[in-house]
């Protein structure tokens, strides 16, 4: 494989659901897309390149998502469990390798490590985003008795059009972003580059410029799967989230549902127009010859389904994430249905940049997408994991061919099997079901040999106790107030 440059793109909370290039069925994309957002330049980019349709983060929520992004492995192999306990550099990460054998490495935009000033690996940091001062999200450590949420107030009171700090920010890191490529990733390299475009959107708060608000708004939108308390899903993992993050008792009208499904597919939209700008200027300074481009998100967001909203759920809408790779050595319009994960991210750019002999020296649980886009077909099971806020029990999810498996760690919490081949919604769960007793076991038994579920939920939960003791307590924790989600660098944090 020639060696070249790479653009990744994340983004925040993205829904997998939510987009257009989801909605081609004759390539035969298992999702059947969204009927009504609009994103013309993610579309373009899956024609032109190979999208992978099951794809999990390692953990459904910000900071253990981009901490096992970065070292390419699963949330019990490194530890950083929750939003309080980030990335602080010590373990290897892709950007380690790749600087640290002559590569310029470069990020823009949000990380979510601990602290400015730590070698996470990057050769430079643009406009970082870090958590609040070095401790991010302490309440998530109270892992019994869960606390109220203030902030999830936030959800709906902010909804609506307009600017927010967070679109300001995106506007930012995308103009940072096309000012590098003009100047910078036009110049000779004695290896190939990387640069990392972080985006927040469409993480809430759910304020979309206007132009993209209305977009929706002005439309009928219909109201989120299973959203009507009759029909909604029941598990005590779900009471417990639906308890803490209590985000629908602020919605009081299904205006205000749809103010806030507005306010999302805008910022899908906006997003969608931020990546357009940044896939323009490869094209116009000739840089789309020589560079390879992968879009993806550190995981996904309920929106309603359920009567949920934000993450931290194995439901397909947050724990699976857009993916796509386009570029030489990539096949045009390809659709991947093979699981994949993003410890899969890691070997496939250093593969990408010209750095595969390095890859064994990690110990790396992932395979090579460019692999799977060839159609291999590992036999393995992808897993993402959940230890943080919300949730007063470790959750473990895994795909094995068509089922998702989902063990809770506690025996009161009932596993889930889902057959996402013939219920890709996750509408019935089969657990129950003596018909599937075999798939069950078969699961329990893949999971078991990637990890001890009740000995790492143990692991995650003494760490968890030794961080809230190290910050004051239960009571301490609660009085510093619930963030609601990390401001922009530059802007005042707003405690609840």
Not at 236 to 261: G, H, M, Q, T
Not at 319 to 335: E, N, T
Request: glycine share 10%; proline share 7%; charged share 25%.
């Amino acid at each position: 494989m020639k060696p070249q440059n790479l653009v990744i793109i994340m983004s925040d909370e993205h829904n997998p659901k939510v987009m257009g290039y989801a909605g081609h069925p004759d390539a035969g994309h298992p999702n059947a897309g969204h009927p009504i957002v609009q994103t013309p330049n993610l579309d373009q980019l899956a024609r032109d390149g190979t999208s992978f349709a099951s794809t999990y983060t390692t953990s459904p929520v910000c900071i253990p998502a981009r901490a096992g992004f970065a070292c390419g492995k699963y949330i019990h192999q490194i530890g950083y469990w929750d939003n309080a306990d980030a990335y602080d550099g010590s373990i290897p990460s892709w950007h380690h390798a790749l600087r640290d054998r002559g590569h310029e490495v470069v990020s823009i935009g949000k990380l979510h490590f601990k602290l400015p000033g730590e070698d996470h690996g990057f050769t430079e940091e643009q406009i970082p985003m870090h958590i609040i001062e070095g401790k991010g999200d302490l309440m998530g450590l109270i892992r019994s008795e869960l606390p109220r949420r203030g902030g999830a107030r936030k959800m709906a009171a902010m909804a609506g059009p307009g600017e927010s700090t967070y679109t300001i920010y995106d506007r930012d890191i995308c103009a940072r972003a096309q000012v590098w490529l003009r100047e910078r990733g036009r110049q000779e390299h004695d290896k190939p580059w990387v640069l990392f475009v972080s985006f927040v959107a469409p993480h809430f708060p759910l304020t979309a410029p206007p132009e993209h608000f209305y977009r929706y708004w002005n439309q009928e939108l219909p109201m989120p799967k299973l959203y009507d308390p009759s029909s909604r899903s029941s598990h005590p993992y779900l009471d417990d989230y639906r308890n803490s993050f209590c985000y629908d008792d602020y919605f009081e009208s299904p205006e205000d549902v749809k103010r806030a499904l507005a306010g999302y597919y805008g910022l899908v939209s906006f997003l969608d127009e931020q990546i357009g700008k940044i896939l323009s200027v490869l094209d116009d300074t000739g840089l789309s010859e020589t560079t390879r481009v992968m879009y993806t998100s550190d995981h996904g967001d309920n929106l309603g389904t359920r009567g949920l909203w934000g993450k931290s759920t194995m439901y397909e809408e947050t724990a699976a994430v857009p993916l796509i790779l386009r570029g030489a050595d990539i096949p045009a319009g390809r659709v991947v249905r093979t699981p994949a994960s993003h410890v899969d991210c890691f070997p496939t750019i250093l593969e990408a940049t010209g750095e595969s002999k390095a890859i064994a020296e990690y110990d790396l649980p992932g395979v090579s997408l460019f692999d799977l886009a060839r159609g291999e077909k590992p036999d393995r099971v992808v897993l993402s994991e959940y230890h943080g806020m919300g949730s007063t029990v470790g959750a473990f999810a895994i795909r094995d061919g068509g089922f998702k498996y989902v063990y809770y760690a506690h025996p009161d919490y009932p596993s889930q099997l889902f057959d996402l081949d013939r219920d890709p919604e996750e509408i019935i769960d089969l657990a129950g079901d003596p018909a599937y007793a075999a798939a069950l076991e078969r699961c329990h038994g893949r999971l078991l040999a990637l990890c001890d579920p009740d000995a790492v939920d143990a692991r995650a939960k003494a760490r968890q106790a030794l961080l809230l003791e190290e910050n004051g307590g239960r009571e301490a924790v609660i009085a510093r107030g619930d963030l609601g989600f990390t401001p922009a660098p530059g802007t005042a944090a707003d405690f609840q």
